[in-house]
């Protein structure tokens, strides 16, 4: 039983040792600091960007109405 | 190798499960070799999962299709679809692993609620048809087994359920795992039914087209092994996956790893179904559906391979129900910003776990109700998910250019290249899908091609 404060200090200490190696699975290791991805905000996007996701959205939309019609024909 | 286990305590706080204090427990071995092999083995399973539970009920009923029709002469195309399938979930990898976050959490924090909530409402669109269509192929299997669907398909049902409320991501993942190592049946399958391994390979690796040439038909069976194998899906569950399990940054490698492996054994069964029908078009055959296919193939090869084939049909419509159930209630929980952990107990995380139950109850119960509309609902589902995914797949190359979310993460040129090329095909091909379904006599009976 060790009175390590993170196994990240006890990797680091072995691997000066060379001779054993700590392996901890993810959900037993300290949570890693990762992006602030709330502090970001949203992605800032040039018109031609926002021009063609609207484009793809309006597609998809009158894509699902053709498919949603034709399944209601083929129904009846 | 000599291990022990070293328990130590430190403060964790994972998504949802705030506030709790965890011990920290190391496995201690002696070579780098041993480190690694068990480093990947704690990494490994989203990779995995992801890729053979996309091998559903669905993808058994397009594969053997097509060895039922066109022999072995569509491997090819299958083979074309292993790196297409890892270049798209491979960049799901990076961005989980970068951002700690699912898929829908980034679309709607990088794009906003308004494009976040539609593609939130396709995947759940999308998602609960095909958990419909999974149910179907329960019901479908069991009945060709003697078993009486109205108490096969909910008994399914709770097993589904029971399986994801253990309160523990690591007992979920290794039952998955397990269910997902059952798919190496299919390559037993294949080599007691198979063709000789020289035709397999011949046509694995030197595309050619059935005789006959290009006819709607065949187009439509093409677009469709694309679609079966690429689903929306799959980009919100394994960034939540990975999320869940709290991958780190160094284990990036491993986690492409056990994704490319995914591929791999992915693709490989899905050409184990591919001649498993090829098997009962050689016998004469006319494919109907697979679990009548199981029947025509038990006829010649004894009912141990039919019971055999519609267990495995089974095994895959679980493992998709489980995979695209929990899709849909990763997304919901995180754009809601309930708690929503597999490592939560069903009191800490009632609305994950409720929107996952009424997934699998709502399509459990349509299957049961005399008369459904099931081979309507299962031709609405492989055009809505053919429609949606080039889509999905743009929001996901665009999160991949973010270089202030991802940073050294993000796509390189190369990367980019790729993935246009791949959305550019994924688009004519769900163009020419929808066309083909809203107006089938848009196209001529036969456009003719080489035949071999």
New interface residues.
């Given amino acids: 039983?060790?009175?390590?404060?993170?196994?990240m200090d006890?990797e680091t200490r072995?691997e000066t040792r060379k001779?054993?190696?700590?392996?901890?699975?993810?959900?037993?290791?300290?949570?890693?600091t990762?992006?602030d991805?709330?502090a970001?905000?949203?992605?800032p996007?040039t018109r031609t960007?926002r021009l063609s996701?609207l484009s793809?959205?309006a597609y998809?939309i009158l894509?699902?109405l053709?498919?949603?019609?034709?399944?209601v024909m083929?129904?009846r | 190798m000599t291990n022990k286990t070293?328990?130590?305590t430190?403060?964790?706080?994972?998504a949802g499960v705030e506030d709790q204090v965890?011990?920290?427990?190391?496995?201690?071995?002696?070579?780098?070799w041993?480190?690694d092999l068990?480093?990947f083995l704690?990494?490994f399973g989203p990779g995995l999962i992801v890729m053979v539970a996309d091998n559903d009920a669905g993808a058994v009923s397009t594969y053997s299709q097509a060895g039922a029709q066109y022999g072995t002469h569509l491997l090819w195309i299958v083979l074309l679809l292993l790196p297409v399938c890892y270049f798209i979930q491979e960049m799901v990898v990076r961005l989980g692993i970068?951002?700690?976050?699912g898929h829908a959490?980034?679309i709607y924090?990088?794009?906003?609620k308004w494009?976040g909530l539609?593609s939130l409402v396709?995947l759940q669109l999308v998602n609960f048809l095909t958990l419909v269509t999974e149910f179907a192929a329960i019901n479908l299997a069991l009945s060709k087994m003697g078993v009486d669907p109205r108490y096969g398909v909910p008994l399914a049902a709770a097993g589904l359920v029971m399986l994801v409320l253990t309160g523990s991501?690591?007992r979920w993942e290794r039952i998955v795992v397990f269910l997902c190592l059952l798919d190496f049946a299919w390559f037993w399958i294949a080599f007691r039914l198979g063709p000789p391994l020289g035709q397999i390979v011949k046509h694995a690796v030197f595309p050619s087209m059935p005789a006959g040439g290009i006819t709607p038909d065949l187009m439509f069976l093409v677009i469709a092994i694309v679609g079966t194998t690429i689903a929306p899906w799959q980009l919100f569950f394994q960034q939540s996956c990975i999320a869940d399990?709290?991958?780190?940054?160094a284990?990036l490698k491993w986690a492409r790893l056990d994704t490319f492996l995914g591929a791999c054994v992915t693709v490989t069964a899905a050409v184990c179904m591919m001649v498993a029908g090829a098997a009962s078009l050689t016998h004469g055959f006319h494919f109907t559906d697979p679990a009548q296919m199981a029947a025509d193939i038990g006829a010649f090869a004894g009912p141990a391979m039919r019971d055999l084939i519609l267990l495995m049909m089974i095994n895959a419509a679980v493992l998709g129900t489980t995979a695209i159930s929990l899709s849909s209630a990763w997304a919901y929980g995180e754009v809601r910003g309930w708690p929503h952990s597999l490592?939560l107990p069903w009191r800490e995380a009632r609305g994950f776990y409720s929107l996952y139950l009424i997934c699998v109850a709502a399509a459990a119960g349509i299957v049961l109700i005399p008369r459904a509309?099931l081979q309507?609902i299962i031709?609405?589902v492989q055009?809505?998910a053919g429609?949606?995914l080039p889509?999905a797949i743009?929001f996901l190359q665009?999160l991949l250019n973010?270089k202030?979310?991802?940073?050294e993460y993000a796509n390189k040129p190369w990367n980019n290249w790729v993935n246009w090329t791949i959305i550019a095909v994924l688009f004519i091909l769900s163009l020419i899908l929808?066309a083909q379904?809203?107006a089938p006599n848009l196209f001529p009976s036969a456009v003719g091609g080489p035949t071999t």
């Fill in positions: 039983m060790g009175t390590i404060a993170s196994p006890l072995n001779d054993h190696f700590v392996v901890v699975h993810p959900l037993d290791d300290v949570q890693e990762k992006v991805t709330e970001l905000g949203p992605m996007m960007v996701l793809l959205r998809l894509m699902v053709m498919v949603v019609y034709h399944v083929l129904a | 070293l328990t130590l430190a403060g964790v706080s994972p965890m011990p920290v427990r190391g496995r201690v071995v002696k070579s780098k041993s480190r068990l480093t704690m990494v970068a951002t700690g976050k959490a980034m924090q990088r794009f906003g494009w539609f396709d991501y690591r399990k709290r991958l780190r940054f284990d490592q509309p309507l031709l609405g055009v809505l429609v949606i889509s743009i665009l973010d202030e979310l991802l940073g929808a379904v809203t």
